[in-house]
Structure formats: structure tokens, C-alpha cells
């Protein structure tokens, strides 16, 4: 049985009991549905032209994200700078770049599906602006520096690495302060998480007081050993580029990403999972970061 469709999931924002005319969101949910639908036989069957044509929408017939000028210009130019061209080779990369993948990258040329600015939230729960490229190989999340028109880093994730990715509503975690006065903020999100073996980025300080603190204080009595201690796995989590800002559509874009990651898995026939669930949110950094995040939104413009 085929998985729900992502587009089916949009919310109704009104409707007028006792009529039969299609409201605007039931008919943007048919659309998606149709695009959806194309990008599968699409990818299925290998053809990655279509896919590419599908998700840039060029004329404009599904309604998708398109960037600006100078977003468009700051993806080209991460693309040039991440993408593998025919007959690289592993051992190619700087050095800043091999030390941010994941594994070591398959040898054939890259496809870019489409480039899309996010929000990547860091591991002190801290909103930065971030380029994501989706390939037919990989995800790369791209740092870009706007003012200097240049690509400061980025960070390669093999598609073939990709334990699941999960996307919906948060849920406030009930762990802390912020989390209670921010509640509402944050389970008004949506987005979106990629989970791999490895961490993406570094350690949060829940991180640190879990693998090093606690351990530390419960001495060797209580060390687990390696057979019967759980696979680790982390996330990488993303939402809309400033999505406060115009939160209705951040429903829209988390499912076109969806739908582009899902096209990037069937093309090759990667084996992740790809689910609707509520996500538990925390926010290690605290008030800290709610400011920054706040004053980022102020600040923020391109």
C-alpha cells in the first residue's frame, strides 16, 4: 500500500458547510497531489530531466518556491562550488569540504534537483540561514556569505547514509523553561529532520551532559557495554528561510522539500524512510537563543 500523500496533509484553513464549491487549499491539495504524482513516475522510471523540470517549475503551473535574484545567484554559485562534475575523484575536495562529509562520495557526476534557502537550526537550537541543495547523490548545506557574494563552507550528506528523514509539527519538550513560555511559537512549526549515523555539527550541551556528564557521574557500575548500548543516531533539523514571517506558508514549502527528497530517493532507490510524525523540539540554548533568533529575523534581509 502506497504511503499517504504529503499534499493531503494540508490544512483547510475555512470552509462553508452546505456547499460543494472546492475551496483554494482543496484545490492546492489536488495540485500537490498532481505534482507528487508526476515527480514518482518520474523518478521511478530514471527520468531525471522530468524531475528537474518538475520541481524548478519553470512555467509556473504547481505554484512552487522560486528564489529572488541574489538567492538565485548564491545557489548557482553553491552549486558550482559543491556539485561533483564527471570525473572527480573522492580525493579532489579541499580540505575544508572532505572534513564535512559524511562518506566518501560516489564518483559520478551530480544532478542538482533543485537549491532552496532554509532555515538549519544548529545544535543550540539557533536558526542560520542556509542554502540546501538536493542532488540525486547527496544533500549539501551550503553557508553562504550574501554581502561578499561567496560560498564560506558547507556540509555533504550522502543520500546513501540518510537513516530516515521526518517532517510535521513540533511538540514542545517539557523539559525546560523556554519550552513552556515559548510553547505556542514553537509548536506553531513545522519542518523538517534528516537522521544519520553520525552527528551533523557539534555537540549540544544536553549532548555533553548525556555522553560525558552523566556517564562521569555514574561511575563504571553503571557503563553500558558496547553489545547492548543502542545504534546512535542525529539529526540535522530545517524549517522555512524565516518562516515567522509568513508562517502560512511554511506547510507549502516543508512538503515541496519532502517531495523533492522523495523524488531523490526513488531515483536510485535509496532505502530511507521518509514519515509524517510530531516532533519533539528542545531548546538547548535557551532564552539565549530565542533572542538570537528574534534578532536574526529583524536583522535578516536579501
Request: charged share 25%.
Amino acid at each position: 500500500t502506497p504511503p499517504p500523500s504529503p499534499w493531503g496533509q494540508t490544512k483547510a484553513l475555512g470552509s462553508c458547510s452546505g456547499t460543494t464549491a472546492a475551496s483554494p487549499q482543496s484545490r492546492m491539495a489536488e495540485e500537490f497531489a498532481v505534482l507528487e504524482s508526476s515527480l514518482s513516475d518520474a523518478a521511478k522510471n530514471g527520468n531525471i530531466d522530468h524531475v528537474v523540470a518538475l520541481l524548478r517549475d519553470v512555467g509556473r503551473l504547481h505554484h512552487l518556491w522560486q528564489p529572488n535574484a541574489s538567492q538565485a545567484t548564491a545557489i548557482d554559485k553553491a552549486a558550482d562550488a559543491c556539485l561533483r562534475k564527471a570525473g572527480d575523484q573522492g580525493g579532489d575536495k579541499g580540505t575544508n569540504e572532505a572534513a564535512a562529509t559524511t562518506s566518501d562520495q560516489n564518483t559520478g557526476e551530480e544532478t542538482l534537483l533543485k537549491g532552496y534557502m532554509v532555515s538549519s537550526v544548529n545544535e543550540w537550537g539557533a536558526d542560520q540561514t542556509r542554502i540546501l541543495l538536493i542532488t540525486d547523490l547527496c544533500i549539501h548545506r551550503v553557508k553562504f556569505n550574501f554581502s561578499k557574494e561567496e560560498v564560506v563552507s558547507w556540509h555533504t550528506t550522502s543520500l546513501k547514509d540518510i537513516l530516515r528523514i521526518e517532517y510535521g509539527n513540533f511538540k514542545a519538550a517539557g523539559s525546560s523553561l523556554t519550552t513552556f513560555f515559548w510553547r505556542r511559537d514553537i509548536e506553531d512549526q513545522q519542518g523538517f529532520r534528516i537522521y544519520t549515523a553520525s552527528r551533523d555539527g557539534k555537540k549540544s550541551i544536553n549532548d555533553v551532559v548525556s555522553e560525558e556528564v552523566v556517564p562521569a557521574l555514574q561511575g563504571e557500575e553503571k557503563e553500558v557495554t558496547p553489545a547492548a548500548s543502542a545504534p546512535e543516531e542525529f539529526f540535522r533539523e530545517y524549517r522555512a528561510l524565516l518562516a515567522e514571517d509568513e508562517p502560512w506558508k511554511e506547510e507549502v514549502f516543508m512538503l515541496e522539500v519532502i517531495a523533492a527528497l522523495q523524488a531523490a530517493k526513488q531515483l536510485k532507490g535509496y532505502p530511507f524512510e521518509v514519515r509524517l510524525t510530531k516532533m519533539v523540539k528542545n531548546i538547548p540554548g535557551g532564552i539565549f537563543t530565542m533572542m538570537h533568533n528574534a534578532n536574526r529575523r529583524r536583522q535578516h534581509g536579501f
